[in-house]
């Protein structure tokens, strides 16, 4: 079966041609950063606009150098939800539109399911059941994962999530827009010693996360202390820090409730370097297999959704004509295949 996956629920425009015997064709991806840079986050009637211009001739572009065509597609899955619900419905339309021509099924697709199942990709993909770190600006869960579609929430964020926690303390910072990996590479230069940081909700039981508080310190810092480089620096990396042992101790505790012994982190935040090396660091002490996509997967992407879409359309799941976009959708609402 080959699918075509469409991913445009923020501010990527992610195409990818899957098939179910021969893996993933081909991919493609368009970033709207240089469209948002100028207002410091993503303007959601910007990004639509900008998917609406960008996906065709994105389809077009990525099928030509797959060598493939339209009369080849089993079947479309396109990203229903969560998130921006212009953004959702111009994938949706597009996909919807293609399948009625094609006379073939299309299928939305959960947006953060899409990068639960992101490391199934990998040559070296993990076995079912395993423990999902969901990290990302605009989520930040653990998920237990038994199979597809058979997902537990066992805590989540109860406010910022830890990408949009780093972004928020980036423009605190000065730096530009996407501000998570600028305040990485900032980090790198500093002393994560110098200023103490809390690590939220990590002194009580629970696998919830509140990065609010962390933000609101390092607000702090940022009025109190001179703002010279190395300043700046050493506070970027004590907050990078906080974030990660913050996460890293929570999977600890996912992992031990759970009893399983493989973690799997998926999510823009999984390719930051300081939180792939504590918790390769951690499962290798605990035991554990820790598996990542690669980090042009980690982020949003259409790979993930054609491959979602290919396990739920094999499996006879298929939508009805209907233009569908959910802002909000829990995960624990899929139907288990």
């Known amino acids: ?11 990527e425009t992610g195409l ?8 993933l064709l ?3 991806l368009y970033s709207q950063v240089e469209v948002h840079a100028d207002y410091g986050g993503v303007v959601p009637e910007l990004a639509a606009r900008d998917h609406l211009r960008k996906t065709v001739p994105l389809l077009r572009q990525m099928l030509s150098s797959a060598g493939a065509n339209l009369a080849q597609l089993d079947g479309i899955a396109y990203t229903e939800g969560p998130g921006l619900i212009g953004a959702l419905l111009v994938g949706a339309s597009i996909s919807q539109a293609l399948a009625l021509a094609l006379d073939i099924p299309a299928l939305g697709i959960h947006h953060m399911e899409g990068h639960l199942l992101a490391p199934m990709l990998e040559e070296q993909a993990p076995e079912f059941p395993f423990v999902a770190l969901l990290v990302s ?4 869960m653990l998920v ?3 199979s597809v579609g058979d997902y537990e929430v066992l805590g989540e964020t109860l406010d910022d999530a830890a990408g949009e926690a780093f972004d928020k303390t980036a423009k605190l910072l000065g730096l530009p827009y996407p501000g998570g990996p600028e305040l990485a590479r900032l980090a790198q230069s500093g002393n994560a010693d110098r200023f103490q940081f809390p690590r939220p909700m990590t002194d009580r039981p629970g696998l919830e996360f509140s990065f609010s508080g962390l933000k609101t310190h390092t607000r702090k810092l940022c009025q109190t202390e001179d703002g010279d480089h190395q300043t700046r620096a050493d506070i970027a990396a004590g907050f990078e820090l906080a974030v990660v042992d913050t996460l890293a101790i929570k999977c600890r505790r996912a992992m031990q409730s759970s009893g399983c012994d493989q973690l799997v982190i998926a999510g823009g935040v999984g390719a930051n370097q300081s939180l792939r090396s504590k918790l390769a660091q951690l499962g290798q002490k605990q035991g554990w297999q820790v598996s990542y996509p690669r ?11 054609a491959f979602a879409g290919c396990q739920r359309l094999q499996a006879g799941q298929s939508g009805d004509l209907s233009i569908n976009a959910r ?3 829990s995960l624990e609402l899929l139907e288990t295949l």
């Open 1 to 11: 079966m080959l699918v075509l996956g469409i991913e445009t629920s923020c501010d």
């Open 327 to 329: 802002p909000r959708w």
């Open 295 to 305: 980090p042009e997967f980690c982020t949003d992407n259409g790979a993930m959704i």
């Open 144 to 146: 237990l994962v038994q």
């Open 137 to 140: 600006g605009g989520h930040t």
């Open 16 to 23: 990818a041609l899957f098939d179910s015997r021969r893996g």
């Open 26 to 28: 081909a991919d493609a």
